[in-house]
T-cell receptor
Framework: AQKITQTQPGMFVQEKEAVTLDCTYDTSDPSYGLFWYKQPSSGEMIFLIY??????QNATEGRYSLNFQKARKSANLVISASQLGDSAMYFCAMREGSRGSNYKLTFGKGTLLTVNP | DGGITQSPKYLFRKEGQNVTLSCEQNLNHDAMYWYRQDPGQGLRLIYYSQIVNDFQKGDIAEGYSVSREKKESFPLTVTSAQKNPTAFYLC???????????FGSGTQLSVL
């Protein structure tokens, strides 16, 4: 079974509008962390936002926020006020395990976001 | 500026040849990782190292080898046993187990 599922291969959004990129995850470990990364056409991976399984509040970083619904095992990324530079591939990733036990980060297959002017 | 340097940016391999991808970091991070990315796919973990002189296999380690003799360096060798090596290879590092990964700019490996 896939650990991370991103069901939207591609998404389109108009400039200045908000967009939600979906991510669901599968784990039986109570301790885990969820990450979102952006990959522009240049190929480099850029960290956007992190949510820990025990965090009480949804994470926010500037225009990025994470809609964390633990019971549904979803961690959707919300980008507000989209910009042309937001056009890129977006990856959701998860790290499972307690401190020191697991350094592995598992990635989903990604969503290609295109921002239209 | 601190960061991760991968070289070369593009690499070509002949059949039966071993090639080595370089990854150097000056972030003083303990953990380093190698990921493979195929077109339209997510990243898959090849090897990772939590500390110098120690490394573990990831999900797709067959046909690859690594070493971690220095904290700053984590080279990846793609051996002739890897029958489908064409892919984009990304090196990353992190300070600790909960920390975010910092990535290099990647190496595109192609087979001649």
């Amino acid at each position: 079974a896939q650990k991370i599922t991103q069901t939207q291969p591609g998404m389109f959004v108009q400039e200045k509008e908000a967009v939600t990129l979906d991510c669901t995850y599968d784990t039986s470990d109570p301790s885990y962390g969820l990450f979102w990364y952006k990959q522009p056409s240049s190929g480099e991976m850029i960290f956007l936002i992190y949510q820990g399984s025990y965090d009480q509040q949804n994470a926010t970083e500037g225009r990025y926020s994470l809609n964390f619904q633990k019971a549904r095992k979803s961690a959707n990324l919300v980008i507000s006020a989209s910009q042309l530079g937001d056009s890129a591939m977006y990856f959701c990733a998860m790290r499972e395990g307690s401190r020191g036990s697991n350094y592995k980060l598992t990635f989903g297959k990604g969503t290609l976001l295109t921002v239209n002017p | 500026d601190g960061g991760i340097t991968q070289s070369p940016k593009y690499l070509f391999r002949k059949e039966g040849q071993n090639v080595t991808l370089s990854c150097e970091q000056n972030l003083n991070h303990d953990a380093m990782y190698w990921y493979r990315q195929d077109p339209g796919q997510g990243l898959r973990l090849i090897y990772y190292s939590q500390i110098v002189n120690d490394f573990q296999k990831g999900d797709i380690a067959e046909g690859y080898s690594v070493s971690r003799e220095k904290k700053e360096s984590f080279p990846l060798t793609v051996t002739s046993a890897q029958k489908n090596p064409t892919a984009f290879y990304l090196c990353a590092s992190s300070r600790g187990w909960r920390e975010k990964l910092f990535f290099g700019s990647g190496t595109q490996l192609s087979v001649l």
